[in-house]
């Protein structure tokens, strides 16, 4: 049996008096890629944004029920920062910090108090690599990030997330900015990321889902209507919405 | 939603059945010119060969293009990749019809050994269930199941009797040798057109279900729950 990673029992969310999130149970495993799909609005950022605490920093929401990370409720009584540092996340839109490549690496090593020089080499080497980037900017590490390209910028991005070593990465429509040579790159390496950590991916492209998650969750207005093996979601879903979807019949 | 999408897989269906009949009555042609010796007929079968082989690598490459361009999922996905395999069925049915029709033009010297009765009862059969798999293929309905199966059985055993008839006949007079020989084939060919037309139902099974299962296992009691369970999903 595959180990759980995260395990949300009767979650809703309220955006003042909206409830975008209604009811989510959903177990998510270890080691596996997990695509989340739905129309714009269904919740799936929010539901997102919730395993690592990112909706915090939105006043007018409000939770209830529990998500559980290995063995702790993460809106119980845990430190955020930590949380964060094991829940990485990747966003949409490439947003490496004015400064160098290397820099953009070592930086959240450094504040949280790594200051060996060898050491923090290591880890940009490593992060880099592992982000399938250290070949194309070994030469050019003191250089600005923000002359990388988009597609360049998006993996920094991801490096600087393995670079905290993190249990779990969470992308929030990580390609939909790239052209399709950049988005086959970051695809590659979500499958080789995945032997060392659990990836959450937000999608709106079907065939991205169909490519690389093992499971497809198919949220709608705020369900989810259908969570299961990412072939079955594409080839026999149960549920007719989910298939008026993924069909683009959805109207 | 996806207009342009829509119409493109229902003119698939659309093609289906048209490549469908004119396999059809290549089928029930053939053994009605081997019955009437009717050489003429039996030519036109094997010159509409071309028609249905035309219509297949067209199909083929609307179903490709459909795929490359529209990323089709689940049902979409289903029937464009069994239309794949419903092409094949119909072109070899076409080829078989074309068999007969070779062996009409080989015999129409010579007077028959007997009257042909099971031959002609192989292929109504046979037709009845080419009919029904388009149908089903059609209306996406296998309410029908239990009729392929039966209709399938009835072909088979049809075919045993030509073979065991056929068989007597040559052992009786070895100058019917020759013309036993190519009636025995005729079942065969007979007999494999009802188990392509089988091989459409069990793609249209697939297109409904999601699953595959091999007709030739089926007990009585796997198809009641089947169409149990078919029921209940309406």
Known sequence: MDKIKFDTKSLDLFYGDFQALKSINIKICENEVTAFIG?????????????????DLIDSVKMKGEIIFDDKDINGDIDVINLRTRVGMVFQKPNPFPMSIYDNIAYGPKCQGLKDKRKLDTLVKE??????????????????????????????CIARTIA?????????EPTSALDPIATAKIEDLMSSLKKDYTIIIVTHSMQQAGRISDKTAFF???????????????TNPNDKRTEDYITGRFG | MRSEYNEELLKIKEEILLMSTITEKMLSDSVFALNSK?????KTVIDRDDLVDAKEIELQLVVSKIIATQGPVATDLRRLASTYKIITNLERIADLAVNISKRVIELAEEVYMKPLIDIPLECELAEKLL????????????????????LENEIDDT?????SECMAYMMKDTKNIHQGTVFCLIGGYLERIGDHATNIFETVFYIVTGDYIDFNDLDEQTISEILGLEQTQK
């Open chain 1, 220 to 234: 709608l207005m705020g369900e989810i209507v259908e969570f299961d093996e990412t072939p079955k979601i594409f």
């Open chain 1, 127 to 156: 992060s880099l690599t592992k982000a399938a980037l250290w070949e194309e900017v070994k030469d050019r590490l003191n250089k600005s990030a923000l002359g990388l390209s988009g597609g360049q910028q998006q993996r920094l």
């Open chain 2, 159 to 163: 075919n045993e009797a030509i073979n």
């Open chain 1, 164 to 172: 905290m070593n993190p249990e779990v990465i969470l992308m929030d």
């Open chain 1, 39 to 55: 129309p714009s609005g269904c919740g799936k950022s929010t539901f997102l944004r919730c395993l690592n605490r990112m909706n």
């Open chain 2, 131 to 150: 009919k029904l798999s388009i149908q089903a293929f059609i209306s996406e309905d296998i309410s029908r199941l239990r009729e392929v199966v039966d």
């Open chain 2, 38 to 42: 009717d050489v003429e007929l039996a």
